[in-house]
């Protein structure tokens, strides 16, 4: 569409951009992963780790209509002060939904090799992947996935910079 995708871009903003160009509207559904783009990231990121079969997800405790089968996992504080349960699955369990509608994602994700991780926020609209510069280049390389590479240095204009 035209639209330049850079450091700067954030949902709201290519939301209207879109509307702008298209008249089409479009809402950026936060804190969740879309199912396509969680299967595309786990099947890339499973040849990333000696550990496909073991990793560890976190969903936030806050939202009232968590499965509940999940609501008596363990509970852990993850940054900002957020209750997280704590999940445990093969990567590929990122593309579960873990609340009664079927449309929220676990927000972060890691292997139990630690080799990278997935972080997100219930207010971010933006995903985050920390990992090797092979791993970081297999999801840019993938057409399924909307990317952006990122410095460690950059500041992202969201709710905690």
Known sequence: MGIPLNGAAVGDRLCQDYAAKTGEQVNVDFGTLDYEVAS???????????????????????????????????????PPEREMYLLEGPVEA???????????????????????CVGN????????????????????????????VADRSDVHPGIYA
């Open 40 to 78: 595309a990231m786990a099947e890339v990121l499973s040849r990333h780790t000696t550990t496909p079969d073991k990793c560890f997800f976190a969903a936030w405790a806050g939202y009232s209509d968590i499965r509940d089968e999940l609501a008596g996992a363990p509970v852990v504080i993850l």
């Open 94 to 116: 990122a593309t579960e939904a873990f609340d009664e509608q079927r449309s929220r994602r676990s927000l972060r994700w890691w292997p139990a090799d630690q080799t990278w």
């Open 121 to 148: 926020d219930l207010y971010a609209d933006s995903v985050y992947v920390a990992g090797s510069k092979e791993c970081v280049s297999a999801l840019v390389d993938d057409p399924r996935l909307e990317t952006l």
